[in-house]
């Protein structure tokens, strides 16, 4: 997936939907990372340090995603409130999050998506959450890698001219 995996913004099971929202609005993200807070807070002290994201070493810590399709099937459409229904009520469950590693070529990941019709997936090395790539991820990456082949061969035709 490159160097640059993502970046990330999370809630936790039993946060409410409206502030998952309110952080997906307020981020301009579509999707938010769902964790158990108990099984995260390694060190108990209340708060939960991006490393303690990274080093959780119980994977079930992470327990799947949130994310705008989510919200319009799960509260919208079913006529349930965000105010009183829990993230981990509607969630797609970490068993059903489809996910790919650091070196997963760029196609693959979008054909993933495009097959799944997912515009979200986390990127895991082993155990470890690395980040979180969008399909305007993806779609930027291919169009500055089509820009750089483009330039590449202006630059050989001109050479030659």
């Not at 993502?6 to 997906?24: E, P, S, Y």
């Not at 399709?69 to 105010?83: Q, T």
């Amino acid at each position: 997936m490159g160097e640059n995996n993502g970046n990330w913004f999370w809630c936790c099971t039993k946060d409410m939907v409206i502030d998952a929202v309110r952080m997906m609005v307020a981020n301009n993200v579509g999707a938010l990372l769902v964790y158990d807070f108990e099984l995260l807070d390694a060190d108990k002290d209340g708060t939960i340090s991006k490393q303690e994201l990274r080093t959780s070493p119980d994977r079930d810590a992470i327990r799947g995603i949130i994310t705008e399709r989510d919200y319009m099937k799960k509260i919208s459409l079913e006529g349930r409130s965000s105010l009183s229904t829990k993230v981990g009520e509607i969630m797609t469950a970490h068993e059903n999050v489809i996910t790919v590693t650091p070196d997963t070529p760029i196609i693959k990941a979008m054909e993933l998506m495009v097959d799944n019709h997912i515009r979200h997936v986390p990127v895991v090395d082993g155990v470890h959450m690395e980040g979180l790539v969008s399909i305007r991820d993806i779609v930027r990456t291919v169009l500055a890698d089509h820009k750089e082949e483009v330039d590449r061969l202006r630059d050989f035709i001109s050479n030659y001219s």
